[in-house]
């Protein structure tokens, strides 16, 4: 057995059986192993972010990590910013780096680089292995670093050699990942909770892995026992929304508007969430939007028991549950096609159980309101505001769920990413794909003026439109092995979706909403 | 002035006239000052791959480098790979990262990361400019750092905070970069060389900046006068090539055969170049490629005068130069589209002046041969094997240039940064893009051989291929706004590689070749 099979064996040993690929002659010894391990499936991705994002797509559906082959450093850098939105997500993520041989890296061949450096940013767990009798330790251990708690992305970095040498008999056990607890709440954080819950003018942030129906059923009892409000942070990894789940409001993106949505708390009780800062930085506003004297109690950071946390507040309060009250859903909209009609056609032809992968950015402003009444289904954001995650998501969380996904999709995030269609194809994956074209970086106009940088002139006003040359969005699906529509109103959006959702496999619609901010 | 209006004028005082751009947020105050500094044009480009390899693309053909604009971490990892490839080529490159405002950093909002880290693993220099007052001089350090000799990737990393902070008067003047100079051959360096070429059995192998018509007449007298072997290395930077230009032998791709080319040599002499070692390591393959005993003589390393170097060894040997003989030209070929025919098509079609993108990898293996006797030409090839670099460079290299680019890209690696497309449209480039389709990673299906990977299994060869689904290569190059036909015999590729040329802005043909490795 080589190192590679050891590998693909601990890997598959360990409940990892989607491998994302997109391999390089360093990764060839992975590649021929798939052969002998028909339980783990190679999915071909024709370009690096798609198989980074694939694999975070997959865990935040599952909760369980899929791996991600990658070539060498241009390879894992490629992969990267996908890598970061899992990093933020706390997505369980297993990255497989084929290096080059330990004899030859000296040589400084070509594609010789630092990739300990690039993998070191993602601020997660590295290993460089570089012989084949540790292969499957170091596999176990990126499984086990990958699952945490809290999840995070695992990086193990494959020498060539350490992939086709012979692994010795005696280090040929396929070892079992150690799988860490979650850690208990703090009883002093509890009670600080409920003291300043109970006093009124309080909220409860919610985020990371609490945002679960049943978790957001507690969030609630609690709430409405203490009078408290109901946030989620603005970003969710991954949320159950719709009928018969509790619908929080959603913490605002804009720094000046969450400043003024915060503005009346006493108590920010922090559950899977963190102390809610600003995006980005802007002159005159303040960075930290909780109001000064609010007492900020981080009751379950990453790593602690949301649940436990969540159930002591019930018990200490003796808070009950409620079914939360029905929300009208939208008719289907008819007329132009805007960013309201919009959300009005997605609320009103969900089916039950969909995934919604939503890098919509400015053109789903919207949504989060129309959905809320929808038929239950769960959302999975842009957690780490590295553009480019949506297609790749969708991509795995359709894999790993089996359920559909509908990606909504900006016009502008879109390019970054394009070659996840091919993949849905390839994989006839229940994929549908909303591209809301506005041939505009949108949401920079916005940002420009936001940091108050003076009017736009023609250079800099260029630098933030797409419209000149047009995109063809359903070419470019089409070239890619999607069947793509284009949609002028929202009664032709209303059409594409349902016929979409009664279609197995992917498909793509362009829907035209009007130009820029709207 | 803030700190971003003087980091633009810092450019162009220094000659840097272009930037190659992706923003957001962080970036907003340089996009806007922009329209104070005319003299800087900023070319948007969809993906920050696109931006970096076109800068690269830019140095390449000019000598003078652009700058590439890019948005915190991911935004530096999503241009890493063709920065990979820029300082493999030593191309002067100034990459501007915008930060979070310094106060901002340890929030640790969801876009903040380590750019140090995916900064320090170009190797090249990098700094963090906290402060407006520093912008110009840190800028100006950049651009002095890119030069060299040798040049390399400078990544400027600037908080928001010294973007729009107001620069103070008394640190307001413009500063100019400082440009060092090459350094000289060692004279001990270059008797070694005169000694060991005189004995026979010599070879001079030229890279780096050593590739221009002149020094490579100079390198030819050399070699003439010794009977000693002229070899250019595998993927040059940028070479001037065809009529009255000298034709050396290439080093060979394949180590296997490299060996074989390099094993009667007693004296090797590098002159611009590395000594050569393998792309990548193979079981049972030396990585080091001259023979055991070869006596290498790195002359001209980086950062040498590359040009004296040739001169000295000139005057030593009295040699003389002579006007390369006539190399016959293909005549335009007729039939079945191969490997073959379409590198006859190329050589016969082939108008003067200009740059050859060529990230044709397996699909392209005729052509150094065929287009030899082409009119003059330059050659710009994939220096640190990052693939996704042609289209990007074909950029850069026709604004650079102002010259028609033809870039040869084979269907792989075009789906790695297909977005440079769009930017080819919207500044209405003269680049003709021909994809070598085979359909699918043919390198790899080779390289699988060459490592000893066993033969294929359904499972593996799966991931190296593209034929399910079917790419439209032309649908995507008409999505993104430009013209593109289908060639599927050699008599189409003459037809519409001859209307590209005749007509101005980008085209795309899709040259049609049989399946896989041929």
Same mark, same amino acid.
């Given at each position: 057995m080589n190192g590679a099979r050891a590998l693909l064996d601990t890997l598959s040993a360990n409940g990892i059986t989607t491998c994302f690929a997109n391999p390089g002659t360093s990764e060839m010894h992975f590649v021929a192993a798939l052969d002998d391990v028909p339980a783990v499936r190679g999915v071909l991705c024709l370009f690096e972010g798609v198989a980074t994002g694939a694999a975070d797509g997959y865990a935040r559906v599952t909760g369980s990590p899929?791996?991600?082959?990658?070539?060498?450093?241009?390879?894992l850098a490629n992969g990267w910013a996908n890598l970061?939105?899992?990093?933020?997500?706390?997505s369980p993520v297993v990255v497989v780096v084929g290096d080059h041989a330990t004899y030859h890296a000296p040589l400084d061949a070509p594609?010789?680089?630092d990739i300990g450096a690039v993998a070191s940013a993602l601020e997660g767990?590295?290993?460089?292995?570089?012989?084949?009798?540790?292969?499957?330790?170091?596999?176990? =251990?990126?499984?086990?670093?990958?699952?945490?708690?809290?999840?995070r992305v695992a990086t193990l970095v494959v020498a060539a050699d350490a992939s086709w040498g012979e692994v010795p008999v005696e280090a040929s056990r396929v070892p079992r990942a150690p799988r860490a607890r979650l850690a208990e709440p703090d009883d002093e954080m509890i009670r600080r909770a409920v003291t300043g819950l109970s006093r009124g003018r309080g909220a409860i942030l919610l985020g990371g892995d609490a945002l679960d129906a049943d978790r957001l059923s507690l969030a609630d009892a609690i709430a409405r026992?203490?009078?408290?409000?109901?946030?989620?942070?603005? +970003?969710?990894?991954?949320?159950?929304?719709?009928r018969g789940v509790v619908h929080p409001e959603r913490l605002i993106y804009l720094s000046? +508007?969450?400043?003024?949505?915060?503005? =009346?708390?006493?108590?920010?009780?922090?559950?899977?969430?963190?102390?809610?800062v600003g995006f980005f930085a802007y002159p005159q506003v303040p960075s930290r939007l909780a109001p000064d004297g609010c007492d900020v109690v981080p009751l379950a950071p990453e790593g602690v028991d949301s649940a436990r946390a969540l159930g002591a507040l019930v018990d200490a309060l003796g808070a009950t549950r409620a079914t939360p009250p029905d929300i009208e859903t939208p008719t289907a909209p008819t007329g132009a096609l805007t960013t309201a009609s919009l959300a009005r056609a997605v609320a009103a032809t969900l089916p039950e159980d969909v995934i919604i992968a939503d890098e919509s950015n400015t053109g789903?402003?919207?949504?989060?309101?129309?959905?809320?009444? @929808?038929?239950h289904h769960r959302l999975v954001t842009l957690t780490g505001g590295a553009i480019g995650f949506g297609l790749p998501v969708a991509v795995g969380a359709a894999l790993g769920s089996g359920q559909r996904v509908l990606a909504l999709e900006a016009d502008g995030s879109l390019l970054y990413t394009p070659q996840a269609l091919w993949t849905m194809a390839r994989e006839n994956l229940d994929v549908t794909v909303v591209a809301l074209s506005?041939? @505009?970086?949108?949401?920079?106009?916005?940002e420009r003026q936001r940091v108050g940088a003076g009017s736009a002139g023609a250079a800099s006003q260029r630098l933030l439109e797409l419209d000149d040359p047009p995109l063809d969005l359903c070419a470019l699906a089409r070239g890619m092995g999607v069947p793509a529509t284009l949609a002028r109103s929202a009664d032709e959006l209303v059409v594409a979706l349902r016929r979409s959702y009664a279609t197995p496999g992917p498909s793509f619609i362009e829907a035209r909403l009007p130009a820029g901010l709207s």
């Open positions: 899929a791996a991600a082959l990658v070539h060498l450093g241009p390879g970061h939105n899992a990093r933020r997500a706390h594609l010789q680089s767990w590295s290993r460089h292995c570089d012989v084949a009798r540790d292969v499957a330790r170091d596999t176990a =251990d990126a499984v086990a670093a990958a699952y945490g708690p809290p999840g026992s203490t009078q408290s409000r109901l946030i989620v942070e603005t +970003f969710p990894a991954v949320m159950d929304r719709g000046e +508007f969450a400043l003024d949505q915060l503005r =009346d708390l006493d108590t920010l009780v922090l559950i899977g969430a963190r102390e809610p789903g402003v919207h949504l989060y309101g129309a959905t809320a009444g @929808s038929p506005n041939r @505009s970086y949108a949401i920079l106009t916005l």
